[in-house]
């Protein structure tokens, strides 16, 4: 039987659009308390049915099954200035009510072979719906700015070659991720005299804008 794809997704748009509200304001509520917001922005996305299609074929899940057995048809992606936002981030999403965690994995501790670096975590999110409460999963990956820009420019290039990278590529994208995470680490070290500057800049801005 042909599925109904739009009736299948709606409640993964309302989920990511739902989520979105409630990340972004996680950052505006720091900002508004004059504190440093580990959330530096936040993208959602819901996963195309090409997509979906294609995961099914390399991951073997059936497509009646694909509700229970695919955490990333709703996705959401929080980047962040520095790796101890993400995990700050991790914990604020654990401390949360509204949804259930239900599985995490840490790749800045333990990286991909392809030098991949992120938090995932997947949840389960209730969707109100006029059918009553729909229990759906949600992955969110939280990453550094520069985590972020590897893996855009990585997942572009996977595209390009379907996963099957010329070796001195995928040498050359492990040196790569070395080099991002590195910046990463070099911004940790300097993290308090930035966001000092960062304060000033913005509380210089608020006055001038008031003048
Ligand atoms: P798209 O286009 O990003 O939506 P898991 O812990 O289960 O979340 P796992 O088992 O690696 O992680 O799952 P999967 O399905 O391989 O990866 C989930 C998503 O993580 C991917 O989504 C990517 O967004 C990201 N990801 C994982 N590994 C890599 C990597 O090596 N490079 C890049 N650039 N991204 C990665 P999709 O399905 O690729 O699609």
Redesign the pocket.
Known sequence: MQRNWDLFLAPYEQAVSEMKVKLKNIRKEYRENNLHAPVEFVTGRV?PVD?ILA?CQTRNIHPDRIQEEM??IA?LRIMCQFVEDIYEVVKLLQDRKDFNIIYE?DYIAHK?D?G?R?Y?V?LEYPVQLISGEKIIYV?I?IRTLSMNFW?TI??SL?YKYQGEFPEEIHTRLQKTAEAAYFLDEEMSKIRDEIQEAQYEFNYRNLFDMEK
């Open positions: 996963k997509s995961k955490y990333d996705g994995m991909k392809s991949y992120s995932h997947v992955e990956q893996a990585e997942h996977n």
